[in-house]
């Protein structure tokens, strides 16, 4: 039996940790192939938020392993899917053209012949179905509170690509990504755990989905115009590059406010980790904030606001792992 070793396992490393640049879909292997095409890399956003539901239950005294675990599979498994069926719509409504940043500048799973149209959707449906499977269990375990989560994400999930009215083309695109990856998934989970949701695991959960927030934000920010010429009206695109680029600022600054201010309030000071990552935040994130994106940087945007918000999420469950630890041993 093959085992996957040196070059093949490199690859799949390099897909969970950044977007590879293969000459070829077709010429890596089926795990690699599938990881780059459903961009893994970005799914430790989503494995952040969950992880964050889960201390928030820990420090709560309501912490369930086993329902944690599954919860955390089905949101990858979700976002996995989204990720395939947001680049199937965008690809089949002419907007992933050859010329478009997102083929020009990573693997498109269409577009750059990984798969095909009928294999991505069915990939879709498989990741969909074993998300489907986390929710039954965890409606069976936890209540049917679990299916109001998960409805509300399955509706902006396909409704951020698909549907009559996508969210991405009305400048919707941003807010459902704060509800979802604040709200929905540390919520979700939370509620997966105990049955219940308390009102500061909702505020808990904004400091770093206002960060995912930007994310997004930086990856329009950098093709705002070729969004403009296809009319997918995001927000930069509604607001203009300069106000677009502001929006991010503020963003960025109500990250550590939120946080604060959760920490101050629940007393809870592992949040003010975060404070750590302040002096990166204002002398680079913002700094190039400030400036137009250089013409010979595709990715320009988008790579910076992914590195702050990976530092704040580190940061941010560093230290709440930290004290949640502190109190364990204090037997608190």
Not at 194 to 223: E, I, R
Request: with cysteine; glycine share 12%.
């Amino acid at each position: 039996m093959k085992t996957a070793t040196g070059p093949k396992l490199k690859l799949w490393l390099l897909a969970l940790y950044t977007v590879p640049d293969v000459a070829s879909l077709r010429e890596a292997d089926f795990v690699a192939r599938w990881l780059i095409m459903g961009r893994a890399a970005v799914l430790v956003m989503t494995a952040v938020s969950a992880v964050l539901g889960g201390l928030f239950a820990q420090l709560s005294g309501v912490f369930e392993p086993v329902r944690f675990l599954v919860a955390t599979c089905g949101l990858l498994l979700a976002h996995f899917a989204s990720n395939l069926a947001n680049d199937y719509f965008d690809f089949i409504r002419g907007k992933d053209t050859p010329e478009s940043p997102r083929v020009r500048y990573g693997p498109h799973p269409l577009a750059h012949r990984g798969a095909s149209p009928t294999g991505l959707l069915l990939a879709t449906a498989f990741s969909l179905a074993g998300a489907a499977l986390a929710g039954l269990y965890l409606t069976l375990a936890a209540g049917p509170g679990v299916l109001a989560f998960a409805l509300l994400g399955l509706l902006i999930l396909l409704g951020y690509t698909g549907g009559p009215l996508p969210l991405k083309y009305v400048g919707l695109g941003e807010l459902a990504v704060l509800v979802v990856w604040g709200p929905l998934m540390v919520g979700g989970t939370y509620y997966s755990q105990a049955g219940f949701v308390p009102a500061w695991v909702f505020f808990g959960s904004l400091p770093y989905a206002l960060g995912v927030t930007t994310v997004l934000l930086g990856k329009h920010l950098d093709k705002v115009d070729f969004d403009r010429g296809r009319q997918v009206r995001t927000l930069p695109v509604i607001l203009g590059e300069a106000g677009a680029r502001r929006l991010t600022q503020g963003l960025i600054v109500l990250m550590y406010v939120t946080a604060v201010g959760v920490a101050l309030w629940q007393g809870v000071p592992g949040m003010l980790a975060v404070l750590l990552n302040l002096g990166g935040a204002f002398k680079t994130t913002l700094k190039f904030l400030d400036q137009p994106r250089p013409p010979d940087r595709p990715l320009w945007y988008v790579g910076g606001t992914f590195l702050h918000n990976r530092r704040f999420g580190l940061l941010l469950v560093g230290g709440l792992l930290a004290e949640a630890l502190v109190r364990l041993i204090l037997g608190r």
